[in-house]
């Protein structure tokens, strides 16, 4: 078997390294060079727990969170699910070595037209589009509408400055007076060293931003303002979408999507470098099985994420319905630290209290990693 991989992202990484395990021949194309071109928190979030632990490029794993409503909230989030600060540039970097040494063609500096692509799927069993979003195969098939009906909208500076108070924590700050649809809405502080973070801001969009909604730039500025970090040297600044929502159809012919690709970041956090690296694995998986595996691709992804799913969609529904004092309200509760507080808390939000318990007393099956 003979595949290509577009993108040398986790997902087209991690598809290509599943790719060797099982002996199939793979071509990576990226269009700029690995770990080129980065805007990112640069934190992992081992959301299902099934993520191998990384290990070139790692920084620390992260025990404690800060939330942010009123107060600062500590949440132990680590006890629960590992999260682990890396340098993404350095990891990528680590993964495409070992996928050449394992026998994948790397083709930097390559990008992928809907043309090119359209080629490819005559010269490869299978093409897998791990290019981000929006995706070469939505341009080749005209879905791009898709990625933009609900998706979070980010932009972040890298700063250089004194953050040793924080580390080794993070920072989720909400924002208060932004419009509800736009919600969720915050601002991050992830320190990588003491004297550098990645900072920046996030909210959720439907459709394209009007001239009237919130500016995200800034948005970035008064939060520099609040933190107190405008004396510091801004190193690095750029933004993004983080496609939020699975795009409907993952198959197109012989062409699998994976990653933000197919839409899988959390529309909650933001977060998604777990789940890219998931898909690209379990596409190589089902191609390698058949059509039949193909075919349940899509089945395959949302079981992964059913109680996930569940406790974000009640979240994002109350940060829509709550004032910022009755989310406040909820922070401050289930962070707190006796268990009769959390209980109360629980009692008075069963919805969120049984999704949770779902969430954290699932255990999944791993794919076969081959990291
Ligand atoms: C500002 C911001 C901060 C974020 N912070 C976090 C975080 O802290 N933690 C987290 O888990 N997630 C975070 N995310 C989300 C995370 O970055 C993505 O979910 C993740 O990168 C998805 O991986 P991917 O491999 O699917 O796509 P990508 O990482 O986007 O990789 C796609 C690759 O394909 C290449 N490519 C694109 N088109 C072509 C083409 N036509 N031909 C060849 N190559 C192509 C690109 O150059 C790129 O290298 C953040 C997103 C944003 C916007």
Same mark, same amino acid.
Request: hydrophobic residues 45%.
């Given at each position: 078997?003979?595949? $290509?991989?577009?993108?040398?992202?986790?997902? /087209?990484?991690?598809?290509?390294?599943?790719?060797?395990?099982?002996?199939?021949? %793979?071509?990576?194309?990226?269009?700029?060079?690995?770990?080129?071109?980065? %805007?990112?928190?640069?934190?992992?979030?081992?959301?299902?727990?099934?993520?191998?632990?990384?290990?070139?490029?790692?920084?620390?794993?992260?025990?404690?969170?800060?939330?942010?409503?009123?107060?600062?909230?500590?949440?132990?989030?680590?006890?629960?699910?590992?999260?682990? &600060?890396?340098?993404?540039? =350095?990891? !990528?970097?680590?993964?495409?070595?070992?996928?050449?040494? &394992?026998?994948?063609?790397? +083709?930097?500096?390559?990008?992928?037209?809907?043309?090119?692509?359209?080629? &490819?799927? $005559?010269?490869?069993?299978?093409?897998?589009?791990?290019?981000?979003?929006?995706?070469?195969?939505?341009?080749?098939?005209?879905?791009?509408?898709?990625?933009?009906?609900?998706?979070?909208?980010?932009? !972040?500076?890298?700063?250089?400055?004194?953050?040793?108070?924080?580390?080794?924590?993070?920072?989720?700050?909400?924002?208060?007076?932004?419009?509800?649809?736009?919600?969720?809405?915050?601002?991050?502080?992830?320190?990588?060293?003491? +004297?550098?973070?990645?900072?920046?801001?996030?909210?959720?969009?439907?459709?394209?931003? /009007?001239?009237?909604?919130?500016?995200?730039?800034?948005? *970035?500025?008064?939060?520099?303002?609040?933190?107190?970090?405008?004396?510091?040297?801004?190193?690095?600044?750029?933004?993004?979408?983080?496609?939020?929502?699975?795009? =409907?159809?993952?198959?197109?012919?012989?062409?699998? *999507?994976?990653?933000? $690709?197919?839409?899988?970041?959390?529309?909650?956090?933001? /977060?998604?470098?777990?789940? $890219?690296?998931?898909? #690209?694995?379990?596409?190589?998986?089902?191609?390698?099985?058949?059509?039949?595996? %193909?075919?349940?691709?899509?089945?395959?992804?949302?079981?992964?994420?059913?109680?996930?799913?569940?406790?974000?969609?009640?979240?994002?529904?109350?940060?829509?319905?709550?004032?910022?004092?009755?989310?406040?309200?909820?922070?401050?509760?289930?962070?707190?630290?006796?268990?009769?507080?959390?209980?109360?808390? /629980?009692?008075? +939000?069963?919805?969120?209290?049984?999704?949770?318990?779902?969430?954290? #007393?699932?255990?999944?099956?791993?794919?076969?990693?081959? %990291?």
């Amino acid at each position: 078997m003979k595949i $290509a991989v577009i993108g040398a992202g986790p997902a /087209g990484l991690f598809a290509a390294l599943a790719a060797r395990r099982y002996n199939i021949s %793979v071509d990576v194309f990226e269009k700029r060079q690995v770990g080129g071109g980065i %805007v990112c928190g640069e934190c992992i979030f081992d959301s299902l727990r099934i993520f191998p632990r990384p290990d070139e490029g790692l920084l620390r794993p992260v025990r404690e969170i800060i939330l942010q409503g009123r107060r600062g909230y500590k949440l132990a989030l680590g006890k629960y699910r590992p999260l682990w &600060m890396v340098d993404r540039k =350095t990891w !990528q970097r680590g993964l495409a070595r070992r996928a050449r040494d &394992m026998g994948a063609s790397l +083709h930097e500096n390559t990008a992928v037209s809907p043309a090119r692509l359209n080629a &490819m799927q $005559a010269e490869y069993d299978w093409v897998i589009d791990a290019g981000g979003a929006p995706c070469v195969t939505s341009r080749l098939h005209s879905f791009q509408a898709e990625y933009f009906r609900e998706y979070l909208l980010a932009y !972040q500076f890298v700063l250089e400055g004194d953050f040793s108070a924080l580390m080794p924590r993070l920072k989720f700050a909400f924002l208060e007076n932004i419009p509800t649809r736009f919600q969720p809405s915050y601002y991050w502080v992830f320190p990588k060293y003491a +004297h550098t973070a990645n900072v920046g801001v996030v909210c959720t969009v439907h459709g394209s931003l /009007g001239r009237h909604d919130p500016n995200l730039k800034e948005l *970035l500025a008064d939060v520099c303002r609040r933190e107190n970090l405008q004396g510091f040297t801004i190193v690095e600044k750029g933004g993004g979408i983080a496609a939020s929502r699975m795009v =409907t159809r993952l198959v197109y012919g012989n062409i699998l *999507l994976a990653g933000d $690709a197919a839409g899988l970041t959390s529309p909650l956090h933001g /977060g998604g470098i777990d789940l $890219a690296c998931l898909s #690209g694995v379990v596409a190589v998986e089902a191609l390698w099985g058949g059509p039949r595996e %193909v075919a349940r691709y899509g089945k395959k992804l949302k079981a992964f994420l059913r109680e996930r799913k569940a406790v974000e969609d009640i979240a994002i529904r109350k940060m829509r319905s709550f004032s910022f004092d009755q989310f406040d309200r909820l922070l401050a509760g289930v962070t707190a630290r006796g268990t009769p507080a959390r209980l109360k808390t /629980g009692l008075c +939000h069963p919805d969120l209290l049984w999704a949770t318990l779902r969430w954290f #007393g699932t255990k999944k099956k791993p794919p076969a990693w081959p %990291v």
